[in-house]
């Protein structure tokens, strides 16, 4: 099966450098995928000799313009219609492309993905989801930032979009669902929470019920579910301590002369260590519930890392993730999630 | 300074078996330190024989009755009037002790501390606050669970309760405090949040602005301010992930023979790396907002981390805490914070 990507090669960072690299790679390990580079033509050529690469499965789309990472969305909408980031999501419109993956600003491409695709009916608002290592593998939690203020439609929403993405990509029939919520006896989360355990436990989902913030990294379910702004402090929070391990332990072991050279003998623990749980893997945020799949890269991505956004895209785009949503939303439909008036 | 404390003897997991020798272990280390051993008083004695101890500096209150660790907050106010909790929080009502120190449940703690001990002037509600390891030292977060849905009159007041709670403890004049978002482009954080921002910004404190969930352990401010749900989900992410990291380390290094024997020479390392991090310092939550100072232990928690929680609650008492707490509280008056419908 013939993949195509759209790659918006001018997003993030570094920009050419890193998303250029990162293609050759993707187009080396998958013999079924095409890409095509959107951006600038002459920068993306001149990389493209830098990398002594020529493909018969590599295209370039030249787009004029880039959005800038701290541009306001609305600007980007309205000052950039040939940007790199644009014209990668037009693709996929014009159904060229199957998927994008861009490594720039999130608002942007979120607000610009949104117009260009518009969503998939039944889905009031779109999510950010990604994948996070845990115990046993991996545990997929959305949203991680796009929407501040949910109703427990919303929330249920997510639930329906995570389940069919861990099922589609995973193969798992029926992914558990967690309620990211707090535990504790006398407090049982607040009411937007509750109302969506009930919702939850309604619909034709695989619900676990109330998770805590360890439960994430223990994967106690397959999906967690809760409202942007929880989900991106929790991330954030986990990103914070986990930086902070990383940096007591480098400072212990470099301590002096003794322990240097225990760091010394240790390399090959430390090193399978770090590997495990580099964040680089698991690089590349799903866009939900659009009518089409965009893959968002961290900005500040490096070639090894900008390669797993694009393995995203592959993985979603070949396991029909799109069709498998619209259909579990059918089935939720007696439950009028698709109108949160009628609930 | 002689200070007298309430321990509550039968609390947590645990009970006398933690809870007695870390009072003793604290008697040993504070000279002008006096503490009440409220519980059962034939175990309390029993314990105390067996860790050979007498001590003018100790005296035992009876309490007939233990608030079970799943007992609804209800029933232990309803049902457990000589509850060991009741009766040490009791004690600081008729000023025979500063603080108390429970490791028991802490919803039956929080209610039955509001009941006994009322609010202050000008705060709502109580929060819950705790000390994290950052790169620098220490940072305080509240609340952490006791409040799900707050105003952004409730955020205002917590962080007037952190700034103090800093100032005493650490002796900092003005400590920094930020208030926990969610950073990027084109998401400025939820409604009540963004009304938290401007009540600050008109504030007396040292307000640093917006901060995201990894400057918690940055330690880019003294004090970190968000609701108690977000607060919990931050705090029980991030230790979900040290879980998960310090288990993989241990795994990488048990792999076989010659990663254990490189774990063997690296051990000095990584004790004092897990020593560095090690939760049980960290241990004492402070109930903030009450008239009274009353401090919950882990009800997990050992005899070594419950003497954290013991020295916590005798560095809040002879910093004055609450009375710096009601100074700043009328410094803001101008604000109205004391009355929420004036805003």
Known sequence: MTITLAVDAMGGD???????????????????????????KELIQTELQKNKYTNTRLSIQHASEVVEMDESPQSALKNKKDSSMRVAINLIKEEKAQACISAGNTGALMATARYVLKMLPGIDRPA???????????????????????????LLQFAVMGAMLVSSVTGKPKPSIGLLNIGSEDIK??????????LLRRSHLNFYGNVEGNDIFKGT???VVCDGFVGNVALKSAEGIAQLMGRFLTQEFKRNWITKSMAFVSLLVLNRFKKRLDPRRYNGASFLGLKGIVIKSHGGADSYSFYYAIRTAIEESKNNVLENI???????????ISSSENI
Chains 1, 2 share one sequence.
């Open 14 to 40: 570094h920009g050419p450098s890193v998303t250029i690299p990162a293609s050759i790679n993707a187009l080396s390990k998958y013999d079924q995928l095409h890409i095509i580079l959107v951006g600038d």
């Open 128 to 154: 950010i989801a990604s994948s996070l290592p845990n115990q046993k593998g991996t545990t997929y939690m959305l949203d991680l930032g796009a929407n501040t203020d949910c109703t427990a439609e919303n």
């Open 189 to 198: 989360g607040n009411e937007v929470v509750k109302q969506a355990g009930e």
């Open 221 to 223: 379910t397959d999906v």
């Open 326 to 336: 619209q259909k579990q939303l059918e089935l939720e439909v007696p439950l009028d």
